[in-house]
């Protein structure tokens, strides 16, 4: 039997504020003591009243423009009541029927198109952790509440994910808009972004996706979806779909009938493990928030957050790729961030003083990719836009120029001193250069009488002759403009 | 009025015996019924009465002290090492203790 795998992601994504969802609470509580950043609102305690964050909507409405979703003008919220210790008020105050940002989409660098059902603002809960009480074996749980009430957007697609591939490439795409855009840092190990696919697979020709839903066709029984929670990386996305798929297929090989489920992926086994079915639907009892009036947003509340957007990844993509006409690749590791990609284009813009604008973002995108990244260090632009120069003008070789830069980064010279040094004694070594290649015209009488009697490609020979007696220090484009003088 | 007492008090996590269940079970269809008799007035027509505010009368983005750790954990019934702490299963109910 042949399947289609159904997948819909949800991506829920803390957003960078000073301050807490609901209250004044500081958010920073990484490696804080626990329940110190805790205020009567977020410990729920009776009467305490919830005043939304006004940055924190318009982060929430930042990813929704991001992601081309229709921006809702009214913001409502509404209370989603369950019973669990790292809840404190009894629910959580999320929004139901009318998110801030629906109906979005984005394309994926595979060109696949991944639809956006909504994007949601709400708060997060607490911390808690789980042991088992030696001397009783009571198992217990520790809870902070610093995590409690931190500003969370949830973004929903709609179930229109047919590869692990896609599912991981999306989450890819959703952290760099985070990341560029300054919405949130999206460290999924720091739990700032988490990734919870909804899983299924279903015999082929025998469901239609219609409005965003996956229907039966004639009298066939959907399988039932499983959750995968507890991914902890952009690689479990994946390696957790994989599996599951892996999983249903062979359940439904031995007949046995798939139960709606929430499992937990386990990153050390490369498993997922049952946690819970979910056989009664969730009853959430949801309810308009009473405390929290109507927020308006207005046209130019939404053209101010606008103003925040810059140029993302994929729109990067295309345009290197088109206007410059460097390799897919190489566009898609040089916009992987922002940094990256500034720094290119600053580099890019030194070059175009002096090269065509092809040429310069080839040269840009070679450095970067071959050299800087190597080094694993920030290299000033203009320095590296210098040494590209030089080597695009023959003064200096590829080699000769990693060595300059290791020597400087690691040493604290400046490059322009250095390259000054090299110059002057390279205008020295020229004249040796001159003799050394005598030399091997002396020396290789058959390869001189080949190359006059028009068998141009002896020329890569007696150059690489001349490398090999000056052990590679000699400038092979300089060698080879002294042979093709002399060889006239 | 009917009303699945059971159900209500599985998702609040209350263990209720049958005799409560019982003796609940009137008592809370009677709540429903008075208040049901709102469903008589006419609506037609009325927009809802909520309150409106302009995005920009949002609270700014300013930090402000929290409470100290030991004032939150005040009312805590168990704590350890500034944490609350809670007695129950992971996934299971988490009894009152």
């Given at each position: 039997m042949e399947y289609d795998i159904i997948v819909g992601l949800e991506i829920h994504v803390q957003t960078k504020t000073e301050s807490k969802m609901f209250c004044s609470c500081p958010t920073g509580y990484f490696q804080k003591e626990p329940n110190t950043h805790v205020c009567p609102v977020c410990l729920g305690l009776p009467g305490a009243l919830p005043v939304p964050n006004r940055r924190a909507i318009e982060l929430c409405i930042l990813m929704g423009l991001a992601t081309n979703c229709k921006i809702n003008k009214n913001i409502l919220f509404d209370r989603k009541h369950y019973f669990y210790p790292d809840l404190p008020k009894g629910y959580q105050i999320s929004q139901y029927k009318d998110p801030i940002c629906s109906n979005g989409k984005v394309t994926l660098p595979s060109e696949v198109e991944i639809e956006i059902e909504r994007i949601h603002q709400e708060e997060d809960v607490a911390k808690s952790t789980h042991h088992k009480e030696a001397s009783t074996n009571k198992e217990y749980s520790l809870i902070d509440y610093n995590k409690s009430g931190i500003p969370l957007i949830e973004i929903v697609t709609k179930p229109c994910i047919r590869s692990a591939k896609d599912a991981k490439d999306f989450a890819t795409q959703i952290?760099?808009?985070?990341?560029?855009?300054?919405?949130?840092?999206?460290?999924?190990?720091?739990?700032?972004?988490?990734?919870?696919?909804?899983?299924?697979?279903?015999?082929?020709?025998?469901?239609?996706?219609?409005?965003?839903?996956?229907?039966?066709?004639?009298?066939?029984?959907?399988?039932?979806?499983?959750?995968?929670?507890?991914?902890?990386?952009?690689?479990?996305?994946?390696?957790?779909?994989?599996?599951?798929?892996?999983?249903?297929?062979?359940?439904?090989?031995?007949?046995?009938?798939?139960?709606?489920?929430?499992?937990g992926w386990n990153a050390d086994k490369g498993i997922t493990e049952f946690q819970r079915s979910k056989e009664t639907a969730d009853d959430y009892r949801y309810m308009p928030e009473p405390d929290i009036p109507v927020i308006e947003i207005s046209k130019e509340d939404i053209e101010r957050?606008?103003?925040?957007?810059?140029?993302?990844?994929?729109?990067?993509?295309?345009?290197?790729?088109?206007?410059?006409?460097?390799?897919?690749?190489?566009?898609?590791?040089i916009s992987s961030t922002k940094e990256n990609a500034t720094y290119f284009e600053g580099i890019l813009s030194e070059l175009k003083t002096s090269l065509d604008e092809k040429t310069a973002a080839k040269e840009a995108a070679n450095w970067l990719m071959g050299t800087v990244y190597s080094l694993g260090k920030d290299v000033d632009i203009k320095d590296l836009?210098?040494?590209?120069?030089?080597?695009?003008?023959?003064?200096?070789?590829?080699?000769?120029?990693?060595?300059?830069?290791?020597?400087?980064?690691?040493?604290?010279?400046?490059?322009?001193?250095?390259?000054?040094?090299?110059?002057?004694?390279?205008?020295?070594?020229?004249?040796?250069?001159?003799?050394?290649?005598?030399?091997?015209?002396?020396?290789?009488?058959?390869?001189?009488?080949?190359?006059?009697?028009?068998?141009?490609?002896t020329m890569g020979f007696l150059v690489g002759q001349v490398m090999q007696s000056t052990k590679g220090s000699a400038n092979p484009n300089e060698a080879k403009n002294i042979l093709e003088e002399l060889l006239k | 009025m009917k009303i699945d007492v059971k159900h209500i008090a599985d998702l609040s996590r209350i263990t209720l015996t049958q005799e409560e269940l019982d003796k609940f079970t009137p008592q809370m269809e009677t709540i429903l019924q008075s208040a049901s008799v709102l469903k008589n007035v006419d609506t037609e027509g009325v927009a809802p009465m909520k309150k409106h505010i302009p995005f920009s009368e949002m609270r700014d983005d300013t930090p402000i002290p929290s409470l100290s750790q030991e004032e939150v954990l005040k009312n805590a019934k168990h704590t350890e090492k500034g944490f609350v702490k809670v007695y129950g299963k992971i996934f299971g109910d988490i009894e009152e203790s």
């Open positions: 952290r760099q808009i985070c990341r560029y855009l300054n919405i949130s840092d999206a460290d999924m190990e720091k739990g700032q972004m988490r990734c919870e696919p909804n899983i299924s697979i279903q015999e082929k020709g025998k469901w239609k996706y219609e409005d965003g839903k996956i229907l039966p066709i004639g009298d066939y029984k959907l399988n039932n979806k499983v959750e995968v929670k507890n991914i902890g990386s952009i690689t479990a996305v994946e390696k957790s779909i994989e599996y599951e798929v892996k999983r249903l297929t062979e359940e439904i090989a031995n007949g046995k009938e798939i139960i709606q489920q929430t499992r957050v606008s103003k925040e957007l810059v140029e993302l990844p994929h729109e990067k993509i295309a345009r290197y790729t088109k206007d410059y006409e460097i390799s897919t690749y190489a566009a898609e590791v836009a210098l040494l590209i120069k030089k080597f695009k003008d023959g003064i200096i070789t590829k080699g000769v120029a990693e060595e300059l830069l290791k020597d400087c980064l690691g040493n604290g010279k400046d490059i322009s001193d250095e390259l000054e040094k090299f110059e002057g004694s390279s205008k020295e070594s020229a004249g040796k250069l001159e003799d050394i290649v005598k030399e091997i015209i002396k020396n290789n009488p058959k390869a001189v009488a080949d190359y006059k009697g028009g068998k141009t490609s | -």
